[in-house]
């Protein structure tokens, strides 16, 4: 019994310790965009907020580009996430489920895309964007995001269809059902943990995303905060809270997200890498 008892509570402290490191980055952005500058360059750091310097968090919104950056942000990854999941379900499942010449090759090169820096890929980007007039263009970015992160996603969903019977889609084919009625009836739902797992990864990927966006984009009131915040960044001097403001706003969508789908990534991936 005693044993037990120990085994709990030193799960528990593991589960703190975790925890703790988890949410300390999240928490010292609060802290320092809630600090004075004398307390930024004091001796002894301050360890708690103080709230009377929370006109920072207003002064952000209100005067600045935040709002404005953080709604780019939310469109991009939104966008970004329902084009790679629409276009990587039926990718996975002709990957899965159907049989065409060079099929292996397919597969090896949608994992070889993941290989390539992105770096490497702006300059043509940023020729053909030209051409095709998306350069200073969400619709772009969405674009480039989701070319970036639709391989994972195929090749994740595919993993999971690998998963179903076949049965079940036999018997919907013997009663009739088309292709496209098997894929969204039958295994559409069983790959709903999947689904939600390759969304985050999507959503993620274009929230964080900075490259294409610094490089393709000039309008100010288009950037997404992930190049808004780099802006603060002068020659003179950097406005240390307000950096940490910004920053910190621009985490809690990803991390509110996060934790509404978290239930089920861990199933999600688990199902996309094993087979049977």
């Not at 207003?58 to 329902?82: F, P, Y």
């Not at 007039?133 to 619709?139: M, Y």
């Not at 959503?203 to 992930?226: G, K, R």
């Amino acid at each position: 019994m005693r044993r037990f008892r120990f085994g709990v509570t030193a799960r528990i402290v593991a589960v703190l310790v975790v925890l703790g490191v988890a949410v300390f980055p999240l928490y010292w952005m609060f802290v320092t965009a809630l600090s004075s500058n004398s307390d930024l360059f004091a001796d002894q750091p301050r360890l708690t907020p103080d709230l009377g310097q929370f006109g920072v968090f207003v002064d952000a919104l209100a005067e600045g580009k935040a709002a404005g950056w953080l709604l780019n942000s939310l469109i991009i990854a939104v966008g970004t996430m329902v084009l790679s999941v629409g276009l990587g379900i039926p990718l996975g499942y002709a990957l899965s489920r159907f049989s065409f010449w060079g099929k292996a090759v397919l597969t090896v090169v949608l994992l070889f895309t993941q290989m390539l820096p992105e770096a490497l890929m702006v300059v043509p980007l940023f020729a053909l964007f030209r051409r095709f007039e998306l350069l200073d263009s969400l619709t772009g970015l969405i674009l480039v995001n989701s070319a970036f992160v639709l391989p994972i996603v195929a090749l994740i969903l595919k993993g999971a269809i690998d998963g179903i019977p076949k049965e079940l889609e036999e018997a919907a084919r013997a009663d009739g059902a088309r292709p496209f009625t098997t894929l969204t009836r039958i295994n559409v739902p069983l790959i709903a943990p999947s689904i939600a797992a390759t969304a985050v990864i999507a959503f993620f990927h274009a929230w964080n995303e900075y490259v294409f966006a610094v490089t393709f984009i000039f309008n100010p009131d288009l950037q997404p905060a992930s190049v808004g915040i780099a802006n603060f960044i002068g020659e003179l001097g950097t406005p240390i809270q307000t950096v940490m403001a910004v920053a910190f706003l621009f985490t809690l969508p990803a991390v509110a997200f996060y934790l509404l789908v978290q239930k089920y990534v861990v199933s999600g991936m688990t199902a996309g890498a094993v087979k049977g």
